[in-house]
């Protein structure tokens, strides 16, 4: 069973930073594609970001790119997700997800991820 903690969620000015860190159990997490999503209140879950079992591919949505950067260790089973220059816009919970299925490609489907950690709240104020 694959265990996901995500945490560093917090309220911050709009232009502020925050860095959340998801920490995973899985002794096999080096082989899993990881990503970032966000909820907001009244709305879809949606993709934020993700990267591959290797760090070397890294795709990001388009309203994030060139703010938000994510990155992993493998070695202490940790994805991370550095948010700059955040807006009012970007308050949700935030959740990481690992994709297990080893498709060679990185995916922004919900469903397409098998593990979730329990989110964290992000509030930035306008």
């Known amino acids: 069973q694959v265990q996901l903690v995500d945490s560093g969620g917090g309220l911050v000015q709009a232009g502020g930073s925050l860095r959340l860190s998801c920490a995973a159990s899985?002794?096999?997490?080096?082989?899993?594609?990881m990503g970032w999503f966000r909820q907001a209140p009244g709305k879809e879950r949606e993709f934020v970001a993700a990267?591959?079992?290797?760090?070397?591919?890294?795709y990001y949505a388009d309203s994030v790119k060139g703010r938000f950067t994510i990155s992993r260790d493998n070695a202490k089973k940790t994805v991370s997700l550095q948010m700059n220059s955040l807006k009012p816009e970007d308050t949700a919970v935030y959740y990481c997800?690992?994709?297990?299925?080893?498709?060679?490609?990185?995916?922004?489907?919900?469903?397409?991820?098998?593990?979730w950690g329990q989110g964290t709240q992000v509030t930035v104020s306008a």
């Open positions: 899985a002794r096999t997490f080096s082989t899993y594609a």
């Open positions: 990267i591959s079992w290797s760090g070397d591919r890294i």
């Open positions: 997800a690992a994709d297990s299925s080893r498709r060679g490609g990185l995916t922004t489907l919900t469903y397409e991820y098998d593990y």
